[in-house]
């Protein structure tokens, strides 16, 4: 049973930083992806950043240059580092992993970790 484990949410004014992250437990298969997405009141789900075990990255257009998605392999762990944050920042961020298993891709998420950024 695969778990993910965030931390790192919380309160900060705008233009500060938050470093989030994300462990995961359980059978992953090497090959996979990992990463965060966000949902704000009232909005979907959108990606934030994902990043594959081989290094690439993927971002949302309103986080590219502010946000940096990192992980450690070793550990199955991913980071996101936020800078320069922004009011419409403010959502619940969750982990997420797409691991192969048995030849098919199964989705992971995290139970979500609180980020309010005040204005």
């Known amino acids: 049973q695969v778990q993910l484990v965030e931390s790192g949410g919380g309160l900060v004014q705008a233009g500060g930083s938050l470093r989030l992250s994300c462990a995961a437990t359980g059978s992953i298969s090497t090959i996979n992806a990992m990463g965060w997405y966000r949902q704000a009141p009232g909005k979907q789900r959108e990606l934030v950043a994902t990043m594959s075990s081989g290094g690439s990255t993927n971002y949302a257009d309103s986080v590219k240059g502010r946000f940096t998605v990192s992980r450690d392999n070793a550990k199955d762990t991913v980071y996101v580092q936020m800078n320069s944050l922004k009011p419409e920042d403010t959502a619940v961020y969750f982990c997420?992993?797409?691991?192969?298993?048995?030849?098919?891709?199964?989705?992971?998420w995290g139970q979500g970790t609180q980020v309010t950024v005040s204005s």
């Open positions: 997420y992993l797409k691991t192969l298993a048995n030849f098919r891709w199964l989705d992971y």
